[in-house]
């Protein structure tokens, strides 16, 4: 069982940057990859960015376009995406979601169905 508590979302300006964190409480966290999805109304929950158990792996949706980074901290059990030059269309409610890892050859997950513990979300609005 993992528990995952997002924090950091609120109201900011276009072109603000802002920083998400995930706290997991979990004795085995690198057992598991992270990542971070979002959901706008009437939307589908779409993934933002993905990170292997080491951290040394990183993905991200199209729509980034290096304007996110994620990263963790194995050692404080969390999980941090930075979101720089913020534009409205990023308005969402994201989530903070973990997989455990059963295939090593897979290091990061990028489909929300095969991740097994999410957050609760923490609300992103970007107004212009």
């Known amino acids: 069982q993992v528990v995952l508590v997002e924090s950091g979302g609120r109201s900011v300006q276009a072109g603000d940057s802002l920083r998400l964190s995930c706290a997991a409480t979990?004795?085995?966290?690198?057992?598991?990859?992270m990542g971070w999805f979002r959901q706008a109304p009437g939307k589908e929950r779409e993934f933002v960015a993905g990170?292997?158990?080491?951290?040394?792996?990183?993905r991200y949706g199209d729509f980034v376009k290096g304007r996110f980074t994620i990263s963790r901290d194995n050692g404080e059990n969390t999980v941090s995406l930075r979101m720089n030059s913020l534009r409205p269309e990023d308005t969402a409610v994201y989530y903070c979601?973990?997989?455990?890892?059963?295939?090593?050859?897979?290091?990061?997950?990028?489909?929300?169905?095969?991740?097994?513990?999410w957050g609760q979300g923490t609300q992103v609005t970007v107004s212009s």
């Open positions: 979601a973990a997989v455990r890892i059963r295939n090593p050859n897979i290091l990061v997950v990028t489909t929300a169905p095969e991740y097994e513990y």
């Open positions: 990170i292997s158990w080491a951290g040394v792996t990183t």
């Open positions: 979990t004795n085995y966290f690198t057992s598991y990859g």
